[in-house]
């Protein structure tokens, strides 16, 4: 203000003096500089009075190709994400003992547990410490023998199979290169376990393979065992 006062009374000098009252090069050249200074100065303060924002909470991440039958087991890598709280969200491995570890949760049987099923345990044990509690649990790394499809028999390279959702018997026979010649196809079997039970399922292989009846093509769950006896002659 001091300047721009004292260009003033320079201009007014000149008008008494007879001189053009327009700005000189010099006078045009100090305001650009004065100008640039305060709005520079103006941005500054602003940017040192804006409120920090704090970050966002990281998404939960989607569990990787597995269903809502997948049953985790040792080697699997878990995301716990508790809602709205985030001191309690974290990653974590299946122990070799079968059981994880969280903040407020101390070793929890993991192993042979749906994803569903484990969150609303640790929903349980939270409830002691935190009013109502919302779990997720995402598989994030899906390693575990339990969601396993087993194909042995009169198959040409009989292997335990990654479970994946939406997997059939015939993914299960061509991921292991089909049936030998000695096979019996249509004595085939699927055995399954249902609530501790174990149930046979008679799949006519040859009548899927041959003749194409996709009616044998059954959906396969974890920890199925896909049984293909020898032919009798």
């Known amino acids: 203000m001091v300047e721009l006062i004292g260009l003033a009374s320079s201009a007014e000098d000149r008008s008494s003096i007879g001189v053009s009252t327009a700005f000189c090069p010099a006078d045009i050249t100090r305001l650009i500089k004065q100008a640039a200074h305060t709005l520079l100065a103006l941005l500054v303060m602003g940017m040192l009075c804006t409120p920090a924002v704090a970050d966002p909470l990281p998404a939960p991440a989607?569990?990787?190709?597995?269903?809502?039958?997948?049953?985790?087991?040792?080697?699997?890598?878990?995301?716990?994400?508790?809602?709205?709280?985030p001191d309690l969200t974290v990653t974590v491995p299946v122990r070799q003992d079968g059981k994880v570890s969280t903040p407020l949760v101390e070793d929890m049987v993991a192993a042979g547990k749906t994803a569903s099923q484990l969150a609303r345990d640790i929903e349980g044990v939270l409830?002691?410490?935190?009013?109502?509690?919302?779990?997720?649990?995402?598989?994030?790394?899906?390693?575990?023998?339990?969601?396993e499809v087993k194909v042995t028999g009169q198959v040409k390279t009989p292997k335990a199979l990654p479970y994946h959702e939406g997997m059939t018997v015939l993914d299960a026979?061509?991921?292991?290169?089909?049936?030998?010649?000695?096979?019996?196809?249509?004595?085939?079997?699927?055995?399954?376990?249902?609530?501790?039970?174990?149930?046979?399922?008679?799949?006519?292989?040859?009548?899927?393979?041959?003749?194409?009846?996709?009616?044998?093509?059954?959906?396969?769950?974890?920890?199925?065992?896909?049984?293909v006896p020898e032919s009798r002659f």
Not at 62 to 85: H, M, T
Not at 173 to 195: I, P, Q, S, W
Request: glycine share 12%; no cysteine; net charge positive.
């Open 62 to 85: 989607a569990n990787v190709g597995v269903g809502p039958d997948y049953r985790i087991g040792p080697g699997d890598s878990l995301q716990i994400y508790v809602w709205q709280n």
């Open 127 to 147: 409830s002691e410490y935190v009013r109502s509690p919302k779990v997720n649990v995402f598989v994030l790394v899906a390693v575990s023998a339990l969601s």
């Open 173 to 227: 026979v061509l991921a292991v290169g089909g049936l030998t010649d000695f096979a019996a196809g249509n004595r085939a079997k699927l055995v399954r376990t249902v609530d501790g039970k174990q149930q046979e399922i008679n799949v006519r292989l040859g009548k899927l393979l041959e003749g194409g009846d996709m009616s044998q093509n059954i959906a396969l769950r974890p920890g199925d065992v896909l049984l």
